[in-house]
């Protein structure tokens, strides 16, 4: 490139990492926010938490999925338009969920309220809605994992790629700030003053009139919508902000495409039939041992980052007697620490290791195995529930890391021909790992083992997920010299 070319690729190249880190967090907005009102949804309307967990479940391994269905058609399809699209369809039923009550009642004539007939027909169409929202979900990450090989080298994708990273934990923490701290806690409409009202709210939850819970409950009724509502509207801002800054290619933009490395400066790319491209993606990806090992490696990961987010924040309110103010600040304190965690690991991936991200995935793993151990002690020793917080905290920064650089490994490996389905396999298989951080561990909990049993089978799953990146200490960096 000449100097020019240079400067102008540096810039789409920086522009690219922002507009897709802005689209995913807008992504997030409309996907995280479902935790912080389905106590809202109960409370209301006395939908049950095995239904609510249902939905949840479901619409996981269908956003899985998706991801892995994404991945496959992101290789074949303009990013951009590929990115926009699901996050327009996202938005549109994170709205018509916000106003789900007042659909059924238009739709049916049933008013609103915790009668079996409302509900129901509220938790049917909640549920569809939540599904398709997941489901479009699926187009947020495999696009991101297709433009930026593209715009990013290979002794590059490591730091640039956990810099992007750091839009999970933005989103993350935005909407916990936002639905979570703001909506749920000032919005609504203060029925605290209708007996009728409280009485209802107290019966769903199997609370007694006085109990804290319920009144809280009452001064914000209706407050879950807003947290569908206002998300939605944020989210439909960004698909206009998403489509304004992204271009898909650096060809699209007037610019050289990144060649391989076994090609020399200006030879160009040779044009490749469907045929060709799906018989490269079989190869490097459905029969490449290292992106089944990544998946594996990620799964256990995941296995890990779900049980410190999902239960660490259940386990240190209830047996911990942590204050509700920080239960509901450690979703944001556990991302704070993510960011720490991808950006230092994607750093010394580059810096330290020459690329070799597997190595640092390794120590991470370590250090997270020693972080629930230290977690595991403290107890015994009646540490503070805020000391305990950190210590969480800090397994779940060295999670972020693998978590960050699996994509990266994946990438480099299948190649930015074929980064987008590697990526989508392993986000697939990622995403079956709530059947044992959800639904296996909250068995173990409620088990003789109880508490102890669960953090125990974390330790398993650390020791599992680090073995799994000591075969690949020796292997190249990245596939394009193959």
Not at 195 to 224: C, F, Q, R
Not at 258 to 263: E, I
Not at 275 to 287: F, L, Q, R, T
Request: net charge neutral; aromatic share 12%.
């Amino acid at each position: 490139m000449t100097a020019e070319q240079q400067k102008k690729f540096k810039y789409w190249q920086w522009r690219t990492i922002a507009g897709t880190m802005i689209g995913y967090i807008f992504f997030y907005l409309i996907r995280k926010n479902f935790s912080f009102l389905m106590p809202g949804l109960t409370a209301e309307y006395g939908i049950s938490k095995t239904s609510l967990g249902a939905v949840i479940t479901a619409a996981g391994f269908l956003y899985g999925l998706s991801k892995l269905l994404n991945g496959m058609l992101a290789d074949r399809v303009n990013g951009r338009w590929h990115m926009v699209t699901g996050l327009a369809v996202s938005t549109v039923t994170a709205i018509l969920i916000g106003f789900g009550a007042e659909i059924i009642t238009a739709l049916t004539g049933v008013p609103a309220g915790s009668t079996p007939e409302f509900v129901g027909k509220f938790t049917i169409l909640l549920s569809a809605l939540w599904i398709v929202n997941n489901i479009f979900q699926g187009c947020g990450f495999p696009p991101c994992s297709r433009l930026i090989p593209r715009w990013v080298p290979a002794n590059e994708l490591s730091t640039k790629m956990s810099i992007w990273n750091t839009s999970h934990s933005i989103g993350a923490g935005l909407a916990g700030l936002l639905c979570g701290t703001f909506i749920m806690s000032y919005m609504g409409v203060d029925m605290s003053g209708d007996p009728e009202m409280v009485a209802t709210i107290a019966s769903n939850l199997g609370k007694d009139i006085t109990d804290p819970a319920v009144i809280s409950a009452a001064e914000h009724v209706g407050a879950w919508k807003w947290a569908f509502i206002i998300p939605g509207l944020i989210a439909a801002a960004g698909v206009f902000i998403t489509a304004a800054i992204l271009r898909d290619t650096p060809k699209s933009v007037g610019l050289p495409e990144l060649t391989d490395d076994s090609k020399k400066e200006g030879e160009p790319e040779a044009q490749e039939s469907q045929a060709e491209i799906s018989a490269y993606i079989m190869k490097h990806v459905w029969k490449n041992p290292v992106i089944w090992a990544l998946a594996l490696a990620d799964f256990f990961v995941y296995v890990i980052r779900f049980a410190v987010l999902d239960w660490g924040p259940t386990f240190l309110r209830e047996h911990c007697a942590m204050s509700p103010e920080w239960a509901a600040s450690t979703v944001i304190i556990f991302e704070l620490f993510g960011v720490v965690g991808m950006l230092a690991a994607g750093w010394i991936s580059d810096k330290v290791f020459g690329g070799r991200a597997t190595r640092t995935c390794f120590f991470c793993m370590v250090g997270a195995l020693l972080a629930i151990l230290g977690f595991i002690s403290l107890q015994t020793t009646g540490a503070s529930p805020v000391v305990l917080l950190f210590v969480l905290a800090l397994a779940g920064m060295f999670i972020y890391g693998p978590q960050a650089l699996i994509g990266v490994i994946a990438s480099n490996h299948a190649t930015r021909k074929a980064s987008a389905t590697a990526n989508g396999l392993v986000g697939f298989v990622s995403y079956i790992s709530p059947i044992v951080s959800g639904l296996g561990f909250g068995m173990i909990a409620d088990s003789k083992y109880g508490w102890h049993g669960v953090f125990v089978a974390m330790v398993v799953m650390a020791i599992i997920g680090a073995l799994i990146f000591v075969p690949m200490w020796k292997m190249k960096r990245d596939a394009y010299e193959e």
